[in-house]
């Protein structure tokens, strides 16, 4: 799929806008564990989370991928990569962590957050 940048800064400045109006979440639950442990293993809450969702930019862009989940086929879900410093919760040291971030905006203009956890994989940045 060709992604033009300004479509991505596009469709970021409506993300923006969302998390500014706190009309998003990110998903914590039994099948997110990887988005747990993130949260269990640095110090994070939600104005950190949020400050880093608010700092995204095209060049954080790695790709679109097709909603898999039965009934949801006509979504596309946005993967964003990001460096960032967090102090280990059971440490001293702050150490630069990078996350993958996956999320999808709704029609109604709301943002359920994927994944937001340590990537598992260097990704590969589209507009890099």
């Known amino acids: ?5 300004k479509d991505i800064e596009l469709y970021l400045s409506d993300v923006r806008e969302a998390v500014r109006k706190d009309n998003y979440r990110i998903e ?4 997110r564990k990887d988005n747990v442990d993130l949260f269990l293993d640095y110090v994070i809450d939600e104005a950190k989370s949020k400050e880093i969702l608010l700092s995204l930019t095209a060049m954080d862009f790695s790709g679109i991928l097709q909603n898999e989940h039965k009934g949801f086929e006509h ?3 946005y993967v964003f990569g ?13 150490k630069t962590v990078s996350l993958y971030i996956k999320f999808n905006k709704l029609e109604n203009c709301f943002v359920i957050v994927i994944s937001f956890h340590e990537q598992k994989y260097p990704l590969k940045y589209y507009f890099k």
């Open 1 to 5: 799929m060709k992604v033009d940048q």
């Open 28 to 31: 914590c639950n039994y099948r």
């Open 75 to 77: 979504e596309k879900l």
């Open 82 to 94: 990001k460096d960032v410093t967090l102090l280990e919760r059971y440490g001293s040291e702050e």
